[in-house]
């Protein structure tokens, strides 16, 4: 579910679940996994990456509406754990967004270093609340950082679907590049990392970081309350339709 | 003080106290009942609105000066209570903000979910130390989560009125509309808002704002200050002086 | 080190260790004396400019290497009290960024009421990470209420050098000038000032700059930790080498 691929010091992990990268307990046990192996293993940054014309659809809502409560719990702790994973993580990582990043797919990014987006036509944004699920509190509480309250407001309850430039507008994403582009722009960001003085950079990233990794102090009660909403009437009559139109539409 | 219109399941609450619909203790007790009312009544939104060129000119403060010191008093009671009501508000409240928007008239729409304000040479500002008034804390509180610290400074203590445009441009209003569009696209971001899996909504909308809502948890001591601040020298002397010229340029 | 001009009620303090205006312990206990004796002689706003070119480079690195560890210590806690007088000061102060700005040169301007930079080829940046020292926290969370956390910790970790123009468009500075009306911008912006109503003016500049001073509430720990930055064997190396770069160009 996962290529890895090396650059002297940078790890790249590309997303490898077509047709869309939709995420699964075992994709994100896995991401979380190799995200941490990187800094163990001496890498030195990483990067997110999808593949062309697609970063990652979010959670895998028809193969999660299989699941029952034991196994949905589970599916919230690992995506939880992939959010610390990210925000903690002690090098840094860049989303190169090769495409469509909806939903969780643009989530993983917000917990990152930095986000390099493909130019085009292609769909950002945080559309939980499109799809019945109430954004979860620590994603609402990243993106502030990100885009602040207003827009963050504006976004999460709307779950408007944008494009890069807007996303770029906005601050949802920090740069913009041709779509072939984007894995390379996201090497080059590492690199002008790693030729800095290492421990300034690090001490200086980890204040600057400090209120991030600070929102993963006591999730537990959240936690609860987001698989809980997931078993609500409203998101699965709504999550249920969704799948069926999308269903509709492939056999069409 | 206040017309009503309803538009399904939106009720409109339109400004009625020609000429600039300056706000009265009546007034700031009506429009909180009003706010109040409409959740209670079914209806799922709420638009502010104001008539062709006018929003509002914020406090009567022609009126306000006759007043002795327990009707003071009870006046930023009330206008403390709109704005509680507006930033706590169960449904999405937006404002029309159909031109003019000065002081209270700008301030109430920062306490609301969304702001779209017409085109055209309109003056929106908190001109309140223009005039000789501290703008009290929770306001400058409430315009930092929509334009930050900086932004807020600037706008805050220099009392300066901008035109839409600008106010667009730092995020003071949200979108600009034709003047006669306005009231129309509140309507439409509201059917927005309705069309949306109403539970998943709701609690996004509620993380959202609860930064703003918390600002309401213990206000009485700074109520009991912006009162006292209306007495001062300064403040007075200040506004007698500009109701003097005001009313020159009336007579001339 | 520092020399005075007095513009009736404003008292600009022009920086005067050429070529670079570097800052020494006695520079900088100068600054902050000056500072704090403005108001005390009833000045009411104050402009702190450098010359043509230049408004100053920081921290008078050469220098610095030749002092022992109580004479960095002092030095810190200099630096840390010029802070703490610009963001406590009673009187609004603008910064006059005549041109480049780098480090503790632009870093001063951040705890300023207002900045304004002189259009051109200047560079401006908190460049700490690139001469190897950890950009100190009190830095990071000032710059975050002017720029925002998403733009802090790209500047803050990269030390990347902006133009004028980038610096105004992120809001580093937050307005530009031809280079030889920088400093009369500055008085002007201090004149806008001065015909406010002064309670209203000074009650709402308290509690719109009530979270950069609470900055400043105990920062003792922190102070003994980046003067001991200082110290560490990545930061002496980076910055002799620094320094010896500069020299042969100087030579050269």
Redesign the interface.
Known sequence: MLLTFDHGPIRELRFNRPPVHALTREFLSALREAVEAASSAGFRAIVLSGTPGRFSAGLDVPLLLTLDRPAIAELWRELYGVFRALACSSIPVVAAITGHATAGGIVLPIFC??RVAAQGDFKIGVN????????P?VI?AAMR??????E???L????ALISPEEAARV?LV?ELAQPDQVIDRALQWCQ??LA??????A???Q???A?LVALFDSLDDELTRVTA?WW?P??QS?LRAVVERLQKKKSS
Do not use: F
């Open positions: 270093d930095w939980e609340v499109q799809v019945g699920i109430p954004l509190p609402i950082r990100l885009i602040g309250p207003r963050t407001e504006r999460a309850v709307s779950g601050g920090d002008g990392r800095l003085p290492a421990n300034a950079m001490l200086t990233r204040v600057s970081r209120d909403a609500t409203e998101s709504t």
